[in-house]
């Protein structure tokens, strides 16, 4: 996204700075690159989200603060709020992960410890912010893509104490967390910037692919290659194991009597956590149990920037047979 930008002939680019987990051999030598980590934070992403809040704050009332986000930005921009320490988020996070919670609950709790996300980057900017977003959440909730560091946020205290208690309740990782959080409630520590507030006036906002894009750009290269393809509109969430198998048993009633080769497609995003690794593995538990038993072949890919191991299995899921 940064390279296309930088070759945008029509734009006069004062800074840019791009932030993931692997640098694009593309990338041109005028854009400052951080490496961070996913899809835990590490102190890599708070460099990056420092830096990221500095450039945001030099932004001028009459420029332009420009955010590209794609899937992995909740974990590749971190700069935790006062009061917290990186390792605070780094296990209720963990925490919550474990336990099963989806990334919008996630995100919830995550902008609520942090200084960036939740708009409050969008915040920190006197000029006019603008986001173009490649979605990695089903809904395509521009408020959850990245935990919406650039737009209004309508989540509370409240919502992600709730949240907290749900997934966290009893467990030493959330104490500082837990505190924090009362204070919020208690309104000595300011919200995240919602829609009302005078700030989110200047923000605009816009998601410019996701996962039925990456599921067109799938069938297109599938028949290209002589499958018949058949695309699932049906997100696929839940647990990945669960989820898996009743990817595979629908499958089994839907392509009946469709010709071979044949490529079957579907998105969306599902959780899973493997306890001995401290993980997520949503691949390898959404395809092995029923696709093993019939004798087919999977494909899990994810969209997001990153290595396979990092990034999950958000964005396509294909089956060919």
Not at 118 to 146: K, M, N, P
Request: hydrophobic content about 40%.
């Amino acid at each position: 996204m940064i390279t296309a930008l930088a070759n945008a002939a029509d734009l006069t680019i004062a800074s840019a700075l791009a932030v993931g987990t692997q640098v694009s051999a593309e990338r041109p030598p005028t854009i400052e690159w951080l490496d961070a980590g996913h899809p835990l934070p590490d102190e890599r992403s708070v460099a990056a989200g420092v830096r990221a809040l500095a450039v945001a704050r030099r932004v001028l009332p009459h420029e332009h603060l420009l955010l590209l986000l794609s899937g992995g930005a909740s974990a590749l921009l971190a700069a935790p709020l006062e009061g917290l320490r990186l390792e605070d988020k780094q296990r209720v996070i963990r925490l919550m992960l474990h336990r099963g919670a989806d990334i919008h609950a996630l995100n919830t709790v995550r902008k609520h410890m942090s200084a960036i996300k939740g708009g409050r980057l969008a915040a920190a900017c006197q000029g006019t912010t603008w986001t173009l977003a490649i979605s990695d959440v089903v809904g395509d909730d521009l408020s959850t893509i990245g935990s919406g560091p650039g737009v209004p946020d309508t989540t509370t205290w409240q919502s992600a104490f709730d949240l907290l208690n749900q997934y966290g309740a009893g467990e030493e990782p959330v104490h500082a967390v837990a505190d924090l959080f009362r204070r919020g409630i208690a309104g000595e520590i300011p919200d995240t910037p919602g829609p009302d507030d005078p700030e989110m006036a200047r923000i605009h906002a816009r998601v410019i692919g996701g996962r039925a894009d990456a599921v067109e750009g799938a069938r297109l290269a599938a028949e290209a290659r002589g499958y018949h393809v058949v695309a699932l509109p049906e997100p696929v969430i839940g647990e990945a194991r669960t989820s898996g198998n009743q990817w595979i048993d629908r499958l089994v009633v839907v392509v009946a009597g469709v010709p071979r080769p044949l490529c079957v497609l579907s998105a969306g995003e599902t959780r899973a956590w493997r306890p001995d690794s401290h993980r997520p593995d949503r691949h390898q538990r959404r395809r092995s149990p029923g696709a093993a038993s019939r004798l087919i072949w999977t494909l899990s890919a994810g969209t997001p920037p990153g290595s396979e191991q990092q990034r999950g299995d958000r964005g396509t899921g294909i089956l060919l047979r």
